[in-house]
C-alpha cells in the first residue's frame, strides 16, 4: 500500500484497504488515522467508521479494546503484536512511500522511505538474541525495535537498529535511540 501524500487520501476506501492488509486494526488506530492525516472532524470520522461497518469490515470487542476485522477472528499473540506496531506505522504514514503486512517470523510491518527499506520488529520478553539473530540477517533494512518494557533494550544488538518503540496504554509511542558502539 502507499503512504499518505494528502488529506483526501485518508477516508473510507484507504482505512478499507489497511483492514484487508493487516488482517485487524484497532478502531483507535483508524480514527486517529482519520484525524491525523485526513483533518477529520469527530463526526465524520465516526461516520467513516460507521460506513466501514457497512460492507468493507466488522467491529469486534476483545478485552478492553474494539478493532475493525474483515472476517471475525481472535485479537491475540502474532496479530495483537502487529497491531501494537501499526503505532509506529501511524506515527509515519505521511513519510512512507509503501507499506504492508511482513510475514516473517520477527518483522510485522516492512515500509518503504525515501528509498530505504525499514521493518517494525515485535520483541517479547525472553526474545531478544532472537530478534538480535533476526536483525543480523537482514542486510540493510533498517529496524524500529517495539519492546514491551525498558529493560530489554540494553538486551537487544544491531547495527541497523533506527530506534526502539515503546508503546504506553494510552496507545502512544516513545521513541529511545540506540547507543552507538564505543560510546
Excluded at 26 to 32: E, Y
Excluded at 100 to 129: H, Q, W
Excluded at 131 to 153: D, H, N, P
Aim: proline share 3%; net charge positive.
Amino acid at each position: 500500500m502507499l503512504g499518505i501524500r494528502q488529506p483526501s487520501d485518508a477516508g473510507l476506501e484507504y482505512c478499507a484497504a489497511l483492514i484487508t492488509e493487516y488482517t485487524a486494526l484497532d478502531c483507535a488506530q483508524v480514527l486517529t488515522l482519520l484525524k491525523r492525516y485526513g483533518g477529520l472532524s469527530r463526526r465524520d470520522r465516526n461516520h467513516i467508521a460507521k460506513l466501514l461497518c457497512q460492507g468493507h469490515a466488522k467491529r469486534i470487542e476483545a478485552g478492553d479494546r474494539s478493532y475493525f476485522v474483515r472476517r471475525p477472528l481472535r485479537v491475540e499473540g502474532r496479530l495483537l503484536w502487529q497491531i501494537r506496531c501499526f503505532w509506529v506505522l501511524l506515527d509515519y504514514l505521511d513519510r512512507v512511500d509503501r507499506h504492508c503486512a511482513a510475514n516473517t517470523p520477527s518483522s510485522f510491518i516492512s515500509m518503504e522511505i525515501g528509498g530505504r527499506d525499514y521493518s517494525v520488529l515485535y520483541v517479547p520478553k525472553g526474545k531478544e538474541t532472537m530478534c538480535s539473530y533476526s536483525m543480523e540477517r537482514g542486510g540493510k533494512t533498517r529496524y524500529f525495535v517495539m519492546v514491551e518494557e525498558l529493560a530489554q533494550i540494553p538486551l537487544i544488538r544491531g547495527t541497523q537498529i533506527h530506534a526502539f518503540a515503546l508503546l504506553d496504554e494510552r496507545n502512544t509511542v516513545r521513541y529511545y535511540a540506540t547507543e552507538k558502539e564505543g560510546e
